[in-house]
């Protein structure tokens, strides 16, 4: 059973960083294309950033291009989510995703404020 648990959110004030990780359990990490997801309330759900198996060729949501970086550490089964100068908007539940083929997994997610 392959599960992702976030971690790193919480409340910060704007113009703060943050960093949220995920931790894959029980598949094979460097298989998975990994991807960053946020909702915010009243919002669909969309894709921020994500990342190939390699960690090569990441692509961000034209909002968060050069404020937010992904990476991801194989040998920790893990990926990141680096936010730097956070707004207001940024507000919402970031999830964890990880596909590989037609396989595709979600975390639970993890709450980002970002106060004015």
């Known amino acids: 059973q392959v599960q992702l648990v976030e971690s790193g959110g919480g409340l910060v004030q704007t113009g703060g960083s943050r960093r949220l990780s995920c931790e894959i359990s029980?598949?094979?990490?460097?298989?998975?294309?990994m991807s960053w997801y946020r909702q915010a309330p009243g919002l669909e759900r969309e894709l921020v950033a994500v990342?190939?198996?390699?960690?090569?060729?990441?692509n961000y949501v034209e909002s968060v291009k050069g404020r937010f970086t992904i990476s991801r550490d194989n040998a920790k089964n893990t990926s990141y989510l680096q936010m730097n100068n956070l707004k207001p908007d940024d507000t919402g539940v970031y999830y964890c995703?990880?596909?590989?083929?037609?396989?595709?997994?979600w975390g639970r997610g993890t709450q980002v404020t970002v106060s004015s």
């Open positions: 990342i190939n198996s390699a960690g090569g060729r990441p």
């Open positions: 029980g598949g094979t990490f460097s298989a998975y294309t």
């Open positions: 995703h990880a596909q590989r083929a037609i396989l595709r997994y």
